[in-house]
Nanobody, 119 residues
Framework: QVQLVESGGGLVQPGGSLRLSCAASGGIFSRNAMGWYRQAPGKQRELVATTTSRGTTNYTDSVKGRFTISRDNAKKTVYLQMNSLKPEDTAVYYC?????????????WGQGTQVTVSS
């Protein structure tokens, strides 16, 4: 069982920056693919960025060049550095962990952290 706890959300002005953190406990963090998703009011949850166990990253087009996902396996933490924030980035951001198929292929979610971009 993996538990995920997000932090770092808040209110920021357009053009500002925030760094989200997701601390994991349980499981074998280094083997898990990790990701960030977001859900805006009235919209479906969407993928923001992912990182594989080997550190390969992937981003949705709308955040490329502005957001950076990274992981620290020693600290069992994944980060999302968000720069040049826009009002349309406003959403609840969720951390996601996926264990390898050989470990069961389980999917875990954090409770979410609110990011609001507004002047």
């Amino acid at each position: 069982q993996v538990q995920l706890v997000e932090s770092g959300g808040g209110l920021v002005q357009p053009g500002g920056s925030l760094r989200l953190s997701c601390a994991a406990s349980g499981g074998i963090f280094s083997r898990n693919a990790m990701g960030w998703y977001r859900q805006a009011p009235g919209k479906q949850r969407e993928l923001v960025a992912t990182t594989t166990s080997r550190g390969t990253t992937n981003y949705t087009d709308s955040v490329k060049g502005r957001f950076t996902i990274s992981r620290d396996n020693a600290k069992k933490t994944v980060y999302l550095q968000m720069n040049s924030l826009k009002p349309e980035d406003t959403a609840v951001y969720y951390c996601n962990a996926r264990s390898p198929v050989l470990d069961g292929g389980f999917v875990y979610w954090g409770q979410g952290t609110q990011v609001t971009v507004s002047s």
